[in-house]
């Protein structure tokens, strides 16, 4: 009975996730929602997350901020929404870990740097010349200690 009561609710959730929609209204004014429009026509949005679902580590050679080259500080290339960030965020305060964070969002020279690691998705962690994609903290402690 369980497994039929979780299929169900598997079910109706991934019918309910359909995507996202936008269409112009007869005003020319550009709406987006979970639902398309009834009279007017719409097209379905492509939503694409950047932030890691698993973490890789890395050795760099290249690529690192001057304030943290051939040290321990720690880097963290975020942005404001990506809640994988936020719990790094979080851990790092709450541990007393001193860290440099560069919102590339926001900060151009950030987004260049950034770009320079050939970064693909956020979080992108530092220490030194070490690399973490994504975060955990055990992961994390591996690369920091």
Same mark, same amino acid.
């Given at each position: ?53 698993? @973490? ?10 001057? $304030? #943290?080259? *051939? ?52 979080? @992108? ?10 975060? $955990? #903290?055990? *992961? ?6």
């Amino acid at each position: 009975m369980r497994i039929l009561i979780f299929s169900l609710v598997l079910a109706w959730g991934m019918a309910s996730a359909d995507g996202i929609y936008t269409w112009t209204d007869a005003q020319g004014r550009v709406h987006f929602g979970d639902k398309p429009a009834e009279n007017d026509q719409a097209e379905t949005v492509n939503v694409q997350i950047n932030t890691f679902e698993s @973490v890789t580590y890395q050795s760099l050679d290249k690529g690192l901020p001057a $304030s #943290a080259e *051939g040290s321990g500080k720690v880097v963290m290339y975020a942005t404001q929404w990506c809640g994988v960030c936020r719990k790094a965020r979080r851990y790092f305060n709450d541990n007393n870990i001193h860290f440099i964070e560069y919102d590339i969002d926001k900060d151009p020279k950030a987004q260049a740097r950034f770009d320079a690691l050939q970064g693909k998705g956020v979080p @992108v962690i530092l220490v030194g010349k070490r690399r973490m994609n994504g975060f $955990s #903290a055990a *992961g994390f402690e591996r690369l920091y200690r």
